[in-house]
């Protein structure tokens, strides 16, 4: 299921009677993609994923939403390019400002854009880059662990996990797996709070789902 995005801004209408007028760089790329019709060529949509590159997760900055993984799909509709996003969770209350985000960067290359949230299949952490993972570590932030193997296309949804043992969580800081858990949720609902036994300092978790 996807829903659409839509806004009425001074900059979006004046994408949408423009017909030219890129400068340079991506613009230029870009105004010759939209004239094409077709989306452009490829040259034009590696252009278009490197602005995208460049929108970060509001809630954790050192970390685009491509190396999230949020960003699913770029499509050319014939009027707009589609940015395809998916929430990290249901209700993520950033899923508005990452909307806005790619919104504002695309806009100010020229681009006519629409913003799509598609709900399935549901983000899991396995979707993190391993660039995204390094980042995490080295903002402070333990990353998830991998989720087991399942089924192809399958998705186990347990109401009564299974009692088995946590796999340690290494601490980002000094690397020590003597840690605890103090709160199932840390500075976000996705993150658990976790403390070191060995350099005594509080991080978050990115909790596996």
């Known amino acids: 299921m996807s829903i659409p995005h839509t806004w009425k801004t001074p900059a979006e209408a004046a994408l949408q009677s423009s ?77 508005t400002q990452m909307a806005d985000d790619i919104v504002a960067v695309l806009a100010g290359a020229h681009l006519p854009v629409e913003v799509l949230t598609q709900l399935a299949p549901a983000w899991s952490t396995d979707w993190i880059s391993p660039q995204g993972r390094q980042k995490l570590h080295e903002y402070g932030i333990a990353p998830p662990a991998a989720l087991p193997a399942q089924p192809a296309g399958a998705r186990v949804l347990r109401f009564m996990p299974r009692q088995e043992a946590a796999p340690a969580v290494a601490c980002p800081r000094c690397g020590s797996q003597e840690t605890v858990e103090t709160s199932h949720f840390g500075s976000t609902a996705c993150k658990a709070l976790y403390r070191c036994l060995s350099c005594r300092e509080p991080f978050d978790y990115f909790k596996p789902y």
Do not use: F, H, K, N
Request: charged letters at 15%; proline letters at 5%.
């Open 19 to 95: 017909a030219a007028g890129a400068s340079e760089g991506v613009s230029a790329g870009v105004s010759a993609g939209v004239s094409a019709g077709a989306g452009g060529s490829d040259e034009l949509r590696a252009r278009i994923w490197a602005l995208l590159e460049q929108v970060s997760d509001p809630e954790i900055p050192v970390i685009s939403l491509l190396d999230l993984g949020v960003v699913r799909e770029l499509r050319w509709s014939g009027a707009a390019w589609q940015v395809v996003i998916t929430p990290t969770y249901s209700g993520c209350p950033a899923m």
